[in-house]
């Protein structure tokens, strides 16, 4: 296989989930969807924040040495750059008119980054050449990698939403509530998918889909109080 053609394949790979589930997640903001500008420029910026995690987390690989802390390491920078990624741009803007804005935003902004983290796992498998365990890791981070990145991430937004219309000390409350949300669900799903080999892979991913039936439920008490907005 062509190396032009390894490369074309790992994006699909990569960029498809991603794209599938961005879609899947706007459908819930259709009554008043995002500039798609805005959108696509911060679906970019979290597909950027992967080029800084990465040397990071290799770093932190090299100088923490216990694997439950590094875990967890791990989890909080990826989600407190996916939430930069909004704060500094989507978030300064004039857009985030109503509470669901909140994740909307930053699952976005958590499916670019899972765009590229995953072109960058399924490419070194087609270098080699094996096609099974290319299509095997795509489906898994398609199954779970990508929703993973988009359900945390979505926590902190949640409860941005939640506290929108509070005081800024609230606001920072449940900024900080949702940050170690998030950091707790994407670091159980990695400790246990490091544990469990492969063995535990229903049960971990049972554990991940009610997670995001819950995100959903509370995706729905977001849309009644924008529903308070617009009456």
């Known amino acids: 296989m062509e190396g032009t053609t390894k490369l074309v394949l790992a994006i699909l790979g990569g960029m498809l989930p991603a794209i599938m589930w961005l879609c899947f997640?706007?459908?819930?903001?259709?009554?008043?969807p995002e500039p798609k500008g805005l959108i696509i420029i911060t679906f970019i910026l979290g597909m950027i924040t992967v080029i800084f995690v990465l040397p990071f987390e290799?770093?932190?690989k090299t100088k923490i040495l216990n694997e439950h802390v590094l875990t967890v390491v791990w989890a909080f920078t990826e989600e407190m750059i996916k939430y930069l990624a909004c704060a500094f741009v989507a978030f300064?803007?004039?857009e985030i008119t109503e509470p669901i804005d909140y994740p909307i935003f930053l699952i976005v902004?958590?499916?670019?980054?899972?765009?590229l983290e995953n072109t960058l796992f399924l490419f070194p498998s087609l270098q080699i050449g094996d096609r099974a365990v290319s299509l095997l890791t795509g489906n898994l981070r398609f199954l779970g990698a990508t929703l993973l990145h988009a359900v945390s991430s979505s926590l902190i937004g949640i409860a941005l939403g939640l506290a929108f219309f509070s005081s800024w000390l609230t606001?920072?409350?449940?900024?900080?509530?949702?940050?170690l949300?998030?950091?707790a669900l994407?670091?159980?799903?990695n400790f246990f998918i490091i544990k469990s080999d492969g063995q535990n892979f229903f049960s971990v991913f049972g554990f991940l889909w009610i997670v995001t039936i819950i995100s959903m439920l509370l995706f729905e008490k977001l849309r009644?109080?924008?529903?308070i907005i617009d009456a």
């Open 181 to 183: 949300a998030a950091t």
């Open 171 to 179: 606001k920072k409350f449940a900024l900080v509530i949702g940050i």
């Open 109 to 115: 902004s958590a499916l670019g980054f899972a765009a």
């Open 186 to 189: 994407h670091s159980v799903f």
């Open 224 to 227: 009644r109080m924008s529903q």
């Open 58 to 60: 290799q770093l932190a």
């Open 92 to 94: 300064k803007t004039r």
């Open 25 to 32: 997640w706007l459908r819930e903001d259709k009554e008043h």
